[in-house]
C-alpha cells in the first residue's frame, strides 16, 4: 500500500538556520504530495502542495520539490524562526483520490 | 469561511460508554473525511463522504464505530462500547470539488478522547 516515511525529530534548530525535512513516499501512479504544520494546540495547517513531477510548492519561507525519480518531497527553510516549532507531517494523496496517508511527523523546536 | 470546526474538543469517558463527535465542514465543500491520530503518530484515515453517501471506510474502522453525514452539511461519528485503545485525537476535514489537480483538504482543531 501507500506509505510516507518521514526523519524523526525531534529536530533542535537555533534561529535563522537551515532546515531540511526529509520525505520519501512509496505510492503507485502519480500523487500529489503535500506538507502541513500542526503548531502547538492547533489544528493541522496545509503549508504547500505540488501535483506533478518537478512543481515546486513554496509557501511562509518553506520550499519542497517533488522528484519523482527518487520519490521525495523534502521540505526545506533557508533561516527559520522561533514561530517556526511545530511539527510538520508529509503527506500524499493518489490522483482523484480520497484519503491522504501521512508520514509519522516530525517535530522542529528552534530556539532564539 | 469560518473554517472547520469540531466539538466537542475534549471527552473524557469511562470504558464501555458511547460517545458522539460533531464536525461542521467548511460549508458548500461536498466533501468529508475523518482521521485518527494517536500521540506521536501521523493522522490515520477512517472515513469519507461526499455529499450524504460515505464512499469509503477504512479497516480502522471497527463495527463499534459508525459515521453519518446525513443532510450532506455536518457529520457526527460515533464511538459505541469505547475501550482504552479508542483513546485518540479524531481530526475531521473537508474539501471542496477537484482544484489545481488535488482535493485540498481542510482540517478542523480536533476532537481529543480520553478513555478510562
Known amino acids: ?22 520525505c520519501t513516499y512509496t505510492a503507485t501512479g502519480y500523487p500529489s504530495l503535500f506538507w502541513y504544520v500542526q503548531y502547538p494546540g492547533e489544528g493541522l495547517q496545509l503549508l504547500l502542495k505540488a501535483t506533478k ?10 520550499e519542497a520539490t517533488y522528484r519523482k525519480e527518487t520519490t521525495s518531497f523534502h521540505l526545506e527553510k533557508g533561516s527559520v524562526q522561533v514561530s517556526d516549532s ?24 528552534v530556539k532564539p | 469561511d469560518t473554517g472547520v470546526s469540531q466539538d466537542p474538543r475534549h471527552k473524557i469517558t469511562k ?8 464536525c461542521d465542514p467548511i460549508s458548500e465543500h461536498n466533501r468529508l473525511y475523518w482521521y485518527r491520530q494517536t500521540l506521536g503518530q501521523g493522522p490515520e484515515f477512517l472515513t469519507y463522504f461526499q455529499n450524504e453517501a460515505q464512499l469509503e ?22 464511538i459505541q462500547r469505547t475501550e482504552q485503545g479508542d483513546s485518540a485525537m479524531y481530526l475531521c476535514a473537508s474539501s471542496p470539488s477537484f482544484r489545481d489537480g488535488s482535493y485540498e483538504q481542510y482540517f478542523g482543531p480536533g476532537t481529543r478522547l480520553t478513555v478510562t
Open chain 1, 53 to 62: 513531477a518537478d512543481d515546486k510548492g513554496s509557501n511562509k519561507g518553506f
Open chain 1, 86 to 109: 511545530a511539527v510538520y507531517f508529509c503527506a500524499l494523496i493518489k490522483a482523484a483520490g480520497n484519503k491522504l496517508t501521512f508520514g509519522g511527523g516530525t517535530r522542529v523546536l
Open chain 2, 15 to 22: 470504558r464501555g460508554q458511547n460517545v458522539t463527535f460533531r
Open chain 1, 1 to 22: 500500500g501507500d506509505s510516507v516515511t518521514q526523519m524523526e525529530g525531534p529536530v533542535t534548530l537555533s534561529e535563522e538556520a537551515f532546515l531540511t525535512i526529509n
Open chain 2, 57 to 78: 471506510k477504512s479497516r480502522l474502522l471497527s463495527d463499534r464505530f459508525s459515521a453519518e453525514r446525513p443532510k450532506g452539511s455536518f457529520s457526527t461519528l460515533e
